[in-house]
C-alpha cells in the first residue's frame, strides 16, 4: 500500500509569481485536505476535497486554489505568490470524507520559499 | 470549534512514561479527540484517537476524563525518536477538517 506522495519536495518562487503543488491519496482513499504550516505554528487547514468537490475550506483568500481528479489525487494552486506563503504544504488523505472517526494520513509536504 | 489547550513544552527521561495532556473545555459530545506528532519538518503522523473510553494502541494510550474537557497522551516508554511535536486536536463532528494548535514539543532526554 502505498502511502501519501507530494511533489515537488522543495520550491523556490519569486512573489507575485503563480505555483501548483500536487498529492497523491493513499490508495482507497477519496478525500484530501490541504494545510499550511508556517515555521513554528501548527498546520492551518486550508480547503478539503471528497469525490472532487471542495467540502470545506478554511480562512484562506481565494487565490488558494485546489482541484481533485477522479484518482483523488490533488492540486493545490496559489496565485500571486506573497512573502508570507512561504510555509510547508502538507496533504493528508482519508479513506472516507464524512465520517466522524476517518483517519487523516499526511504525506511529507512541499517546502515553499517565496523570495 | 473546540480549543485545545496543551504545555508549550516538555522533557522526559528515556524509559520513562511520557504523559502529555490536553485541555478541551468546550468539547461536544459528539467530538472526538485525535492525538498527532510532528518530528521536525516531517507530515504529522497519526498517534491515536477516541471519543469517551481510554484506547490504547501500539504506539500509546489516551485517557479521556469523564467529563471529557481533558485528556492524557501516554507514551509508556520513551524512546530518543519519541522527540517530537505532539498536537491534540478536537475533531469538528459535522466535517472531516481538523483544527491545529500549536502543540506540546516533547524532548526525550537520555
Known amino acids: 500500500e502505498t502511502g501519501v506522495t507530494q511533489s515537488p519536495t522543495h520550491l523556490i518562487k519569486t512573489r507575485g509569481q503563480q505555483v501548483t503543488l500536487r498529492c497523491s491519496s493513499q490508495?482507497?482513499?477519496?478525500?484530501v485536505s490541504w494545510y499550511q504550516q508556517a515555521l513554528g505554528q501548527g498546520p492551518q487547514f486550508i480547503f478539503q476535497y471528497y469525490r472532487e468537490e471542495e467540502n470545506g475550506r478554511g480562512n484562506f483568500p481565494p487565490r488558494f486554489s485546489g482541484l481533485q481528479f477522479p484518482n483523488y489525487s490533488s492540486e493545490l494552486n496559489v496565485n500571486a505568490l506573497e512573502l508570507d506563503d512561504s510555509a510547508l504544504y502538507l496533504c493528508a488523505s482519508s479513506p472516507g470524507g464524512q465520517l466522524p472517526t476517518d483517519t487523516q494520513y499526511f504525506g511529507p509536504g512541499t517546502r515553499l520559499t517565496v523570495l | 470549534d473546540a480549543k485545545t489547550t496543551q504545555p508549550t513544552s516538555m522533557d522526559c527521561a528515556e524509559g520513562r512514561a511520557a504523559n502529555l495532556p490536553c485541555n478541551h473545555s468546550t468539547i461536544s459530545g459528539n467530538e472526538y479527540v485525535y492525538w498527532y506528532r510532528q518530528i521536525h519538518s516531517q507530515g504529522p503522523q497519526y498517534i491515536i484517537h477516541g471519543l469517551k473510553n481510554n484506547e490504547t494502541n501500539e504506539m500509546a494510550s489516551l485517557i479521556i476524563t469523564e467529563d471529557r474537557k481533558s485528556s492524557t497522551l501516554i507514551l509508556p516508554h520513551a524512546t530518543l525518536r519519541d522527540t517530537a511535536v505532539y498536537y491534540c486536536i478536537v475533531r469538528v463532528a459535522t466535517g472531516n477538517q481538523f483544527y491545529f494548535g500549536t502543540g506540546t514539543s516533547l524532548t526525550v532526554i537520555p
Open positions: 490508495s482507497g482513499h477519496n478525500t
